[in-house]
């Protein structure tokens, strides 16, 4: 790095992070508080470059490859910061790593609702690192956003444990979690017949779709297996069909309203159902979705199971757009932050 300023907010955009979700961190205090901030930032640091692990002086077991890449660890920074949206924005904790070579980070948000329903409480816990009882804050940051080679990540994420008090477990996003975001996503693309004062995606839109899981016997168990049939399907829809496809699925479902037919389904799924049965022969519904690209976010589930996404940056609105479209467009954009953040709490 060519200087040692960095704008932590500038790290959640354009790169994907690992999803993990937390239950309450407990500590003297807010979080959020100087003396908080400093003595985590020095602690994990000093850990990190082996000085201290459990009380006890070790060796850094980060291996030699990774410490060639990397470079000596400059320090780290605990820094609180707000994530802007399309209300108040949502409140979070950046920690960045900085190396000779290289950056890394994690964000630790918080979830606004939660948050102000548990503002100022406290609670009598006994520390499982003392024997001592003492006075702890909970602080409620659900969801942790990790750009982290694995060993860094896990010993971050023992650190997390170990001094905070806290669980820390992959983010699974469950079925029609992508879908919905989808949604989410381009219901302000839905054409109003005014095509001036529309709003137009910026990208094309990216699906995946994976053939269902069956379950096969193994031995006295039902092994879950993909069918081996069919592959990957990959879905582009060029930014100017998105507009057409909302038109359609509004009107399917409209009509399908006015003849009493109860539909659980959005507008673009149904469109993307009658498109993808018509000229493809697959049924949507028995597919599952393994990924989403659109000009705002990048969601999708790793190998694992576990959530990934990647954030763009928030486009900033036209001189001559008006506040009811730009309130629009970052509400496509911090949508997906937010239903995240739901979903682990």
Same mark, same amino acid.
């Given at each position: 790095?060519?200087?040692?300023?960095?704008?932590?907010?500038?790290? @959640?955009?354009?790169?994907?992070?690992?999803?993990?979700?937390?239950? %309450?961190? *407990? @500590?003297?205090? #807010?979080?959020?508080?100087?003396?908080?901030?400093?003595? /985590?930032?020095?602690?994990?640091?000093?850990?990190?470059? &082996?000085?201290?692990?459990?009380?006890? +002086?070790?060796?850094d077991s980060q291996n030699d490859d990774s410490a060639s890449r990397t470079g000596a660890l400059k320090r780290i920074d605990f820094t609180p910061i707000t994530i802007p949206g399309s209300q108040d924005g949502l409140n979070a904790v950046a920690i960045v790593f900085l190396y000779e070579k290289?950056?890394?980070? %994690?964000?630790?948000?918080?979830?606004?609702?939660?948050?102000?329903? #548990? %503002?100022?409480?406290?609670?009598?816990?006994?520390? @499982?690192?003392?024997? =001592?009882?003492?006075?702890?804050?909970?602080? /409620?940051?659900?969801?942790?956003?990790? +750009?982290?080679?694995?060993?860094?990540?896990?010993?971050?994420?023992?650190?997390?444990?170990?001094?905070? $008090?806290? /669980?820390?477990?992959?983010?699974?996003?469950?079925?029609?979690?992508?879908?919905?975001?989808?949604?989410?996503?381009?219901?302000?693309?839905?054409?109003? &017949?005014?095509?001036?004062?529309?709003?137009?995606?910026?990208?094309?839109?990216?699906?995946?779709? !994976?053939?269902?899981?069956?379950?096969?016997? =193994?031995?006295?168990?039902?092994?879950?297996?993909?069918?081996?049939?069919?592959?990957?399907?990959?879905?582009?829809?060029?930014?100017? $069909?998105?507009?057409?496809?909302?038109?359609?699925?509004?009107?399917?479902? !409209?009509?399908?309203? *006015? !003849?009493?037919?109860?539909?659980?389904?959005?507008?673009?799924?149904?469109?993307? =159902?009658?498109? %993808?049965? /018509?000229?493809? &022969?697959?049924?949507?519904?028995?597919?599952?979705?393994?990924?989403?690209?659109? &000009?705002?976010?990048?969601?999708?589930?790793?190998?694992?199971?576990?959530?990934?996404?990647?954030?763009? *940056?928030?486009?900033?609105?036209?001189?001559? !757009?008006?506040? *009811?479209?730009?309130?629009?467009?970052?509400?496509?954009?911090?949508?997906?932050?937010?239903?995240?953040?739901?979903?682990?709490?």
């Amino acid at each position: 790095m060519s200087s040692d300023t960095i704008d932590p907010l500038s790290l @959640l955009y354009n790169t994907s992070f690992n999803l993990h979700k937390l239950t %309450a961190l *407990s @500590l003297n205090g #807010a979080l959020t508080a100087q003396t908080n901030l400093k003595s /985590h930032s020095t602690r994990l640091a000093n850990v990190l470059r &082996g000085d201290v692990l459990r009380g006890v +002086r070790v060796a850094d077991s980060q291996n030699d490859d990774s410490a060639s890449r990397t470079g000596a660890l400059k320090r780290i920074d605990f820094t609180p910061i707000t994530i802007p949206g399309s209300q108040d924005g949502l409140n979070a904790v950046a920690i960045v790593f900085l190396y000779e070579k290289i950056t890394y980070s %994690a964000f630790l948000v918080q979830n606004s609702i939660q948050d102000a329903a #548990a %503002a100022g409480t406290s609670s009598r816990r006994t520390s @499982l690192r003392r024997s =001592s009882a003492r006075t702890e804050q909970s602080n /409620h940051y659900p969801l942790l956003l990790t +750009r982290l080679p694995a060993w860094l990540q896990s010993r971050f994420i023992e650190y997390m444990v170990e001094n905070f $008090d806290c /669980h820390v477990s992959n983010l699974r996003l469950p079925d029609g979690f992508i879908m919905r975001a989808i949604e989410n996503c381009l219901e302000c693309f839905t054409p109003s &017949g005014n095509l001036a004062s529309d709003p137009q995606p910026n990208k094309n839109l990216q699906i995946w779709l !994976e053939p269902p899981t069956i379950s096969k016997p =193994s031995g006295e168990t039902q092994k879950p297996t993909k069918l081996q049939t069919l592959k990957t399907i990959l879905m582009t829809f060029t930014r100017e $069909d998105i507009p057409g496809m909302m038109y359609k699925g509004t009107e399917l479902k !409209e009509k399908q309203d *006015s !003849e009493g037919i109860e539909e659980t389904r959005g507008p673009f799924e149904l469109a993307l =159902s009658l498109y %993808a049965y /018509h000229h493809m &022969g697959v049924l949507v519904g028995k597919m599952r979705i393994s990924k989403a690209a659109c &000009g705002e976010f990048i969601v999708g589930t790793a190998a694992d199971g576990s959530g990934k996404c990647k954030f763009f *940056s928030p486009k900033i609105a036209a001189r001559d !757009e008006d506040q *009811s479209t730009s309130e629009r467009r970052k509400r496509n954009w911090d949508g997906m932050l937010g239903s995240l953040v739901e979903l682990a709490s």
